[in-house]
């Protein structure tokens, strides 16, 4: 079993989604890594500047912005009503629990949940337009394995005990999909491994499930 990363770039759009899922289709049992789609965190850090800055009209006018993208990608991406309804009920709840933020007193934890929204979305519309191609896929969620600890360094055994737990329990899984990027910190709080942490998390994930190669479909060079 691989490893198969994909940044921002590869999910950036409807059609990339797809040509994603028909690549990872082909290759066969693997572990796909997904980043956000490209623009998503960007977009993300620019709310929490102007929640930190208690501007919340530009806070909700820069949500609703990014959200009307995600729904047209979803027009474009599913062709029965069933799979974007699907897609629009998990989309939405991500960007309503942004806006939950736009009302009480704001912090560096709650801006870390906020940018993990990125990922959290692009892994959900990609299950479930695998789905809809007939691919029985399964999100492996990178909170419920991925954690640093108390010194900010990745929790090498935790990782490989919970992940390993997580891939034979979904064994009859054709692929596993993932979040890169976000994680738990020593205290059980939604954290992340920095700008470029999809890598990062790519290479955690590999070794910990003893992974044959781990490959970086990406757009920039080298590893980060």
């Known amino acids: 079993m ?7 770039t590869s999910v950036g759009s409807a059609e990339r989604i797809k040509n994603v899922a028909k690549l990872v289709n082909e ?3 693997n572990i796909v ?9 960007n977009t993300l850090v620019e709310i929490s500047d102007y929640l930190y800055k208690h ?13 009307k993208k995600y729904f047209n990608t979803i027009s ?65 969620p990178a909170l419920d394995y991925m954690r640093t600890d108390k010194n900010g360094e990745p929790d090498t055994q935790y990782i490989k005990q919970k992940l390993v737990a997580l891939l034979e329990k979904y064994a009859d899984a054709e692929i596993y999909i993932t979040q890169g990027y976000i994680c738990r910190n020593a205290y059980g709080e939604i954290d992340n491994l ?15 499930s003893n992974a ?11 590893i980060h």
């Open 33 to 41: 890594v997904l980043s956000a789609m490209s623009g998503t965190t």
């Open 194 to 208: 920095q700008r470029g942490g999809s890598d990062y998390s790519a290479t955690q994930i590999g070794a910990a």
């Open 76 to 140: 474009e991406l599913f062709d029965n009503d069933a799979d974007r309804e699907a897609a629009t009920t998990e989309i939405k709840a991500c960007f309503n629990y942004i806006r939950s933020f736009t009302k009480d007193l704001f912090t560096i934890f709650e801006e870390k949940e906020i940018l993990a929204q990125g990922e959290l979305m692009s892994t959900a519309m990609m299950n479930i337009y695998m789905h809809s191609i007939g691919v029985k896929s399964v999100i492996i």
């Open 55 to 67: 501007n919340i009209d530009g806070a909700k006018e820069t949500i609703n912005l990014l959200e």
């Open 212 to 222: 044959e190669e781990i490959e970086f479909w990406t757009a920039i060079d080298a």
């Open 2 to 8: 691989k490893v198969l990363k994909f940044g921002g």
């Open 27 to 29: 290759r066969g049992k």
